[in-house]
């Protein structure tokens, strides 16, 4: 569901999304600690609707170098890591859902990856 979907239906008020995502943990901020992301590419002020041009000059720069980095490393590596990633996944989720249930609201990223 969006923040804008969840918002509306919590708090029956749209404007509450960013409590709503917060809530939801889909923020940048929180994917990027559960290991979900590697980067958080930052938008141009205003955010990427106000300025496309330098939003898809920001995201060629990002793939540029990742390509760059990845370019040495073996493919069979490269997929070893991206299947080692993705079964990590439920990983994260049963830990924070197994945090939450025993009464504390925060998991370490030692919890993330345990």
């Given amino acids: 569901i969006s ?3 969840c918002a509306s ?3 029956r008020d749209g404007d509450r999304k960013q409590e709503a995502a917060n809530g939801l943990r889909i923020t940048a901020g929180d994917l990027r600690r559960m290991g979900l992301i590697d980067e958080i590419i930052e938008e141009p ?4 609707h106000h300025d496309p041009r330098q ?3 920001l995201v060629e720069a ?8 990845m370019k040495p490393v073996a493919i069979d590596t490269l997929l070893q890591r991206r299947y080692s990633r993705f079964r990590q996944i439920g990983n994260c989720f049963t ?8 009464g ?4 370490t990223k030692k919890d993330l990856q345990s």
Avoid at 45 to 48: D, Q, R, V, Y
Avoid at 62 to 69: D, G, K, T, V
Avoid at 95 to 102: I, S
């Fill in 3 to 5: 923040p804008e979907g």
């Fill in 9 to 11: 239906i919590l708090f």
């Fill in 45 to 48: 002020l205003g955010g990427a």
């Fill in 55 to 57: 939003a898809a000059l």
């Fill in 62 to 69: 990002f793939f540029a170098n990742a390509l760059r980095e």
């Fill in 95 to 102: 830990t924070l859902r197994l945090a939450k249930t025993d």
């Fill in 104 to 107: 504390t609201n925060a998991a």
